[in-house]
């Protein structure tokens, strides 16, 4: 039986800007491929969203292996994003998942300004694809000086092109990375650019040494660290930005585990929140980290998802 | 369907170097093929090991005292396996599967030849008694390092024509390697199949010793996998497709089992340049 979401008395619904969700929990980009994996153990229809691997506008073969390692509570992952390139994504799994009914934010890549406008206007009436989020901080591309996210312009440049070749009405989430010394002015250019909301966090840019070969152990040397190791550093980010940008919508993710995690997100200003690396060890995590947060907040005695969200900035006002 | 189940342990047993670990695995027997694993939980939920440790599927008992069981072979080589092998009796233990796509059985009751390297092993017996079931004649070839490495010498001499075994240091059956011995197996069973899993020096030669012989060979492989259900695209290989065209392919989900013709073993751990989406220049 398909793990589905438990009925409960608080709402757990949320919504960023225009869209509504009957539940906050979506997974995460790169650690659900494009969902039909998951739904053999839950029904993908029941989360949030789906959040899809990035895709760009070729083919792509990704790294060699070895492409991850084992960290204290998480790892490190160089993928390169493999992927089967837009025309092929839409044609098999955006189909998929549209057939299925299922909430679909597509994940979108580029190697420069141009690829990410070109992907995106492929996207164009796309039945099912309720958001794009740009994914501009993928720490594993050829040239870690392309890693957009990292500078204002080159952020909003690309933001700039997506928006330019997507209809009006399709909200766009930027997805923003942690290795910058300020990321809300990273968040303020993006949004100014056309952002309609924010992915916080990507990955952490990370090595990982074989202490018997003495060489990195990823194949591409350096690669992105995930799971719950990466939390604090997220929960930081996100009340960063929410203090920065009190009306923005944001996806909240890194090392999101269980209830209290997501709960640690939502007060910190997420209005959803993404599961990841959490998924790679229990395939059920997204609809399991909807009961138990609905379980705590019932608990508590709050009757709705929404009183807690940006709790935690509630002295500063 | 795989499933995520919460089950215990049921016993664990030492073999050799090896454990033996029976767990409670409710329904995962009723849809286990030969060649499926299950994903092994490290720890509990507050585990600081969140990747999951796959394993052959070695046993499975779909209505004993404890309902449905798996039984899985483990090698103590790290801190989730040691952490697995030092489990006991009505410890709780979390498995997903039965996962990965299992042996292809041939058509005709042709006789199969079955190559174990260590407790690589492990998948093979299930997969004999299939294969018997069918009318096949199996004969076997079990090879390690060292005697106490190799795994399942009575089972694969209970339920094959013939049992060959090598060893590299030669402290059981012949010393050498099992391709030493598997052309010989080959001739004198009229084998149209060989099915190995082992390491992948081993898969390698296998695979070729088969290919000269003009006859198919199925490969499990191991590739270090992060989830095991084929989301996280960490476990792929070079494997060559029917159209010709190179794919790197999730181990997990399109395999473990390969026609060893079609694994670029020289390649693994590489992108072939004729990779389908492989880079033009630099790299991913």
Redesign the interface.
């Known amino acids: 039986m398909k793990r589905v979401p438990k009925r409960t008395t608080v709402d757990m619904s949320t919504k960023l800007g225009r869209l509504e969700f009957s539940s906050p929990v979506f997974t995460a980009s790169g ?3 494009a969902g039909k ?2 739904d ?2 839950i029904d993908i229809t029941t989360i949030g969203a789906v959040v899809t ?1 990035s895709v760009m506008l ?11 390692a ?1 960290t ?4 490190l ?1 160089g ?7 837009i025309d092929d994504f839409i044609q098999n799994d955006l189909s998929w998942l549209s057939q299925k009914g299922a909430k679909t934010i597509v994940s979108i890549a580029g190697n420069n300004v141009e690829e990410f406008g070109k992907v995106a206007d492929k996207l164009r009436d796309i039945p099912g694809v309720i958001a794009i989020e740009v994914n501009i901080s993928c720490p ?3 040239n870690r000086g392309q890693v957009f996210a990292c500078d204002p312009y080159a952020a909003a440049d690309v933001i700039n092109s997506v928006r330019r070749n997507v209809s009006a009405s399709i909200p766009l989430f930027a997805k923003l990375s942690p290795d910058v010394t300020d990321i809300t002015e990273i968040a303020k250019s993006v949004v100014k650019a056309g952002a309609d909301g924010l992915s916080v966090i990507n990955t952490l840019l990370g090595m990982v040494i074989d202490t018997d070969t003495l060489l990195p152990k990823l ?2 040397k350096t690669g992105g660290l995930s ?2 190791a990466i939390r604090p550093v997220a929960i930081r980010c996100v009340y960063q930005i929410r203090k920065a940008l009190p009306n923005i919508p944001i996806i909240g993710m890194g090392g999101i ?2 209830g209290r995690d997501a709960i640690e997100f939502f007060a910190a200003g997420a209005n959803a929140i993404s599961v990841g ?8 995590a997204c609809v399991r980290i909807h009961d138990e947060t609905a379980e705590i907040l019932q608990e508590k005695g709050i009757r709705s998802l929404s009183e807690i969200i940006s709790a935690a900035h509630r002295e500063d006002l | 369907m795989p499933i995520v189940h919460k089950g215990t342990v049921v016993d664990v047993k030492k073999v050799g170097s090896y454990f033996v670990l029976t767990a409670t695995a409710a329904d995962i027997p009723k849809d286990f093929k030969p060649g499926n694993f299950v994903a092994v939980a490290i720890g509990d939920e507050r585990s600081s090991l969140i990747l999951r440790r796959a394993f052959s599927i070695y046993q499975v008992n779909d209505r004993g005292v404890y309902g449905g069981t798996v039984d899985i072979v483990v090698s103590p080589h790290g801190p989730g396996t040691d952490y697995i092998a030092n489990l006991k009796r009505n410890d709780p233990i979390n498995l997903v599967g039965p996962l990965g796509k299992p042996f292809s059985l041939p058509k005709d009751p042709v006789p199969c030849v079955l190559v174990g390297g260590g407790y690589g092993a492990a998948p093979l017996f299930t997969l004999a008694e299939a294969l018997t079931a069918r009318g096949c004649r199996v004969d076997f070839i079990l090879g390690a390092s060292t005697q106490e490495k190799l795994f399942g010498m009575l089972e694969a001499r209970r339920i094959s024509t013939t049992l060959s075994v090598t060893t590299d240091d030669g402290t059981s059956g012949v010393m050498g390697r099992v391709t030493d011995v598997l052309p010989d197996v080959i001739k004198k069973s009229g084998a149209a199949v060989v099915y190995a899993c082992g390491p992948m020096q081993m898969l390698k030669a296998v695979s070729e010793v088969a290919t000269l012989h003009g006859i198919v060979s199925q490969t499990s492989v191991e590739e270090s996998m992060a989830c095991g259900i084929g989301v996280c695209m960490t476990c792929v290989m070079p494997i060559i497709g029917e159209d010709g065209v190179t794919r790197m392919l999730r181990s997990c989900v399109d395999g473990p089992a390969f026609r060893g013709d079609k694994v670029r073993w020289d390649e693994v751990g590489t992108i072939p340049a004729d990779t389908w989406g492989a880079p033009e220049i630099g790299g991913h």
């Open positions: 650690c659900a491929a994996e998951l053999q153990f691997k070729n083919p792509r073969s990704g790294r060699a292996t070895p492409r991850m084992e204290p509570s998480g790892m992952n993928i390169g994003l493999q992927g089967p390139g594993n591309v050829e194949s591409g799971g719950p585990r269980n690396t959490t998924v790679f060890n229990d395939p059920e």
